[in-house]
């Protein structure tokens, strides 16, 4: 998915996190940043919602989910978020997942817990 320019906007007010580096740009490049980046926690909800797809759509059967946040993720720039299974057990998948844009990885190390059936 590719989120556009607007989704920082919007995540801030859902969020409450109002970070001017997310929301804009100049202050975001004035701090060193190439512009306004998004937030660690959309990228991860990113991640969250490809497990459920996983999943059949089924929000609960995302029981756990932990990630590392490894690098920035800008607006307009489509998300790839890929996942393999790493083990079944119990009718459980457990499921190593990345999520990146232009080839780098904005989140990495992530585990995700589905249950299935």
Request: glycine share 10%.
């Amino acid at each position: 998915m590719t989120p556009d320019k607007y989704v920082p906007h919007r995540y801030a007010g859902a969020s409450g996190d109002f970070n001017p580096i997310h929301i804009d740009p100049e202050f975001a490049k004035a701090v060193g940043l190439p512009g306004n980046i998004l937030h660690g926690l959309y990228a991860m909800a990113q991640v969250a919602r490809a497990n459920v797809a996983a999943a059949d759509g089924d929000p609960r059967a995302l029981r756990r989910l932990s990630v590392q946040f490894r690098g920035m993720g800008f607006p307009e720039q489509e998300i790839t978020v890929s996942g393999e299974v790493k083990e079944m057990r119990d009718g459980r998948a457990f499921v190593d997942t990345v999520a990146e844009q232009s080839g780098n990885q904005i989140i990495r190390n992530a585990e995700a817990e589905l249950e299935l059936g």
